[in-house]
């Protein structure tokens, strides 16, 4: 029958679907376990303890870690690591693990404050981004060109309940394109530019935009293998930023979308990612 795999995610989207459907190729039984139904906590949690390894896709990093570390503990095989997880859900401590293990990121400042956030705007100058430390999909990331409208961006981040909501980062703006490198194991198996679409300057793969597959660079590479080397081998979606002084990685996902790379690049990566995980349970 092969190696079980559980897809532990909170819905079936394009890339689990593809997973699924060639998981007998590489002798690979995968299946969608729903990540609300786990019931995490008992050693022998019916969902997952016939599974041999849980590839957690689930949308919501806070979810996925959570699952991550208490299978793990549990002596599960889980890709990505719980630790590879918890660093990418949050973007402060993504940047500080990197910039500590010397792989190049944007300048930037922790927000926490009105006041934290006048010093951030002196000291990078305007145009600057605004977002989030927990988040994705480009959600609430906000570009301030002008000190009138910064002021009243924040304004609403004052109003919002919680304090992990209202801890931002503040970063220079580097333009309206970004690079997917989409890394499974330690290689990177495609890579892709996006441009912003329309009048939606951000640069991400969830918003739709304009995408073309790119050459690999060995200055690219050198950035992804340091990022591979902090957070260990595994599946993710690496964003850089091309700026004058070189590469810089903006954001790591431990569950990336590859639709829009895979279409522009040729390259089957569902079969790349089934490959790895077929390997690491050998």
Request: charged letters at 25%.
């Amino acid at each position: 029958m092969g190696n079980r795999v559980a897809v532990v995610a909170d819905r079936i989207g394009w890339e689990e679907r593809r997973l699924i459907e060639i998981g007998a190729e590489f002798g690979l039984r995968i299946d969608w376990v729903n990540d609300e139904s786990l019931c995490a906590g008992h050693r022998d949690a019916e969902p997952v303890k016939d599974y041999d390894a849980l590839l957690v896709r689930s949308r919501s990093y806070t979810r996925g870690g959570l699952i991550a570390t208490l299978a793990e503990a549990d002596g599960l095989r889980v890709l990505n690591s719980a630790a590879a997880i918890h660093a990418c859900e949050n973007k402060l401590v993504l940047r500080a693990v990197l910039r500590e293990a010397g792989v190049p990121v944007p300048d930037f400042r922790l927000v926490l404050s009105r006041k934290d956030y006048e010093k951030a705007l002196d000291g990078i100058g305007l145009p600057v981004v605004l977002k989030p430390v927990y988040g994705g999909m480009g959600k609430r990331v906000t570009l301030v060109r002008d000190s009138d409208l910064a002021h009243s961006v924040y304004d609403y981040v004052e109003d919002l309940g919680h304090a992990f909501e209202q801890a931002c980062l503040v970063e220079p703006y580097l333009g309206g394109g970004s690079i997917r490198c989409l890394v499974v194991g330690r290689e990177i198996v495609a890579a892709a530019e996006f441009e912003s679409a329309g009048t939606d300057w951000r640069s991400n793969a969830a918003l739709g935009n304009q995408t073309r597959a790119m050459a690999l660079d060995p200055d690219v590479q050198k950035v992804v293998d340091g990022v591979v080397d902090r957070l260990g081998s595994g599946i993710y979606g690496v964003d850089l930023f091309k700026t004058p002084s070189g590469y810089l990685v903006n954001e790591v996902n431990h569950a990336p979308a590859w639709r829009g790379v895979a279409s522009a690049t040729g390259v089957d990566v569902a079969s790349a990612v089934a490959r790895y995980v077929q390997e690491t349970l050998e």
